[in-house]
């Protein structure tokens, strides 16, 4: 069995697309032929059948992509959020590490939904801000520790008090 290179791949993928195409094209000629003979209307024109086509194409093609990108998705966004933890080529930014981190954690990522929930706690301050904050990164410290991610001295996050299921 030889490897396919790149150039392969994508014109095997536009073959796939354009044999799509061609198959909801003559799906909606057989629709309007359909339609005039019963004397309903339907869209006619080159962009409604334009917009059929790419929506088809779309749906057909999104389970595989789909799948692909949120495998490899979580790994860029951990990283971006370490970027701006560190402040490595961009300024330090707490809360856009915070983001980053909470985007990863919600596709998956121990090690995200780690630092995510650590830099909740640090952003969480006095009052009701701060409890919601010191509730959601207990939420995603809970997460961590149910993906393998070993989270040690916190038991405070299995409390009833910040959404746990132990009594306080």
């Not at 309007?32 to 309903?40: L, S």
């Not at 009052?127 to 405070?156: F, P, T």
Request: net charge positive.
């Amino acid at each position: 069995m030889s490897m396919l290179t790149i150039s392969e791949v994508a014109q095997r993928r536009r073959d796939r697309q354009t044999a799509k195409l061609q198959q909801v094209q003559n799906e909606h000629r057989a629709a309007v032929a359909a339609a005039a003979a019963a004397g309903d209307s339907l869209p006619r024109t080159p962009a409604a059948l334009r917009n059929m086509a790419s929506y088809a194409s779309v749906a057909q093609m999104l389970p595989e992509d789909l799948e692909m990108a949120v495998a490899l998705l979580p790994l860029p966004l951990f990283e971006i959020g370490v970027c701006f933890q560190q402040g490595w080529g961009c300024a330090k930014s707490p809360a856009a590490a915070t983001y980053y981190f909470a985007a990863a954690a919600n596709l998956g990522d121990a090690d995200a939904m780690y630092e995510a929930g650590y830099n909740y706690l640090n952003l969480a301050g006095p009052g009701e801000r701060g409890r919601q904050n010191k509730r959601i990164a207990a939420q995603y410290l809970r997460a961590a520790d149910k993906a393998g991610k070993k989270v040690v001295g916190e038991s405070w996050i299995w409390k009833r008090k910040w959404g746990g299921e132990e009594d306080d």
